[in-house]
């Protein structure tokens, strides 16, 4: 199973992006997906997350900006990133619960990771 992000880039403050993170191998089902950020020196966070029924979640910074969804014919999680802002220049991370083929439980998998820098 790999997870592959894109989508990240250099922009302006107020500007906008949209990272997509496609999903792919043996693939039995998908639960919750989402976005989490590391900044430099800083812990990984959650950006947003949402069920596989399309309920979403965000952390407080990114709410009325970012847009998160899902498209499961195509197992892809987006976020739209609107009214960017310096602080939210950090490395973002696509995550994925899903069940293997071959498991018999669902587990956390992760993208490599796409930057995003915003300059002021």
């Known amino acids: 199973v790999q997870l592959q992000a894109s989508g990240g880039g250099l922009v302006q403050a107020g500007g906008s992006l949209r990272l997509s993170c496609a999903a792919s191998g043996s693939i039995f089902s998908i639960n919750n997906m989402g976005w989490y950020r590391q900044a430099p020196g800083k812990q990984r966070e959650l950006v947003a997350t949402?069920?596989?029924?399309?309920?979403?979640n965000y952390e407080d910074s990114v709410k009325g900006r970012f847009t998160i969804s899902r498209d499961n014919a195509k197992n892809t999680v987006y976020l739209q990133m609107n009214s960017l802002k310096p602080e939210d220049t950090a490395v973002y991370y696509c995550?994925?619960?899903?069940?293997?083929?071959?498991?018999?439980?669902?587990?956390?998998?992760w993208g490599q990771g796409t930057q995003v820098t915003v300059s002021s």
């Open positions: 949402i069920t596989k029924t399309g309920s979403t």
């Open positions: 995550n994925a619960e899903l069940l293997h083929v071959a498991s018999s439980w669902f587990d956390d998998y």
